[in-house]
Nanobody
Framework: QVQLVESGGGLVQPGGSLRLSCVASGMYVSAATMGWYRQGPGKERELVAT???????NYADSVKGRFTISRDNAKNTVYLQMNSLKPEDTAVYYCRLNSPFNTRTRWWGQGTQVTVSS
């Protein structure tokens, strides 16, 4: 059973920083393509960042230069470092794991709330 547990969300002022964590069990994150997605109020879920098994990364244009996705294989954890946060970043952030055996098989965490407000 693959489980993903996100943490690190909270309330932060514009310009502040947060680091989200996604701890995986049942699958090595080093072998998988991992992603962070977010869904704001009344919005569709959208891609934020991905990191491949080869550590190739990509980012949504809206977060490029501000967010960094990384992994710690020893901890089986994927991170999303978020700097220079904007109110538009307010959303529930979800961790996703794509199976290395079948890329159409995906697991999602339950999400962590990030609120950027003065």
């Amino acid at each position: 059973q693959v489980q993903l547990v996100e943490s690190g969300g909270g309330l932060v002022q514009p310009g502040g920083s947060l680091r989200l964590s996604c701890v995986a069990s049942g699958m090595y994150v080093s072998a998988a393509t991992m992603g962070w997605y977010r869904q704001g109020p009344g919005k569709e879920r959208e891609l934020v960042a991905t990191i491949s098994s080869g550590s190739s990364t990509n980012y949504a244009d809206s977060v490029k230069g501000r967010f960094t996705i990384s992994r710690d294989n020893a901890k089986n954890t994927v991170y999303l470092q978020m700097n220079s946060l904007k109110p538009e970043d307010t959303a529930v952030y979800y961790c996703r794991l794509n199976s290395p055996f079948n890329t159409r098989t995906r697991w999602w965490g339950q999400g962590t709330q990030v609120t950027v407000s003065s």
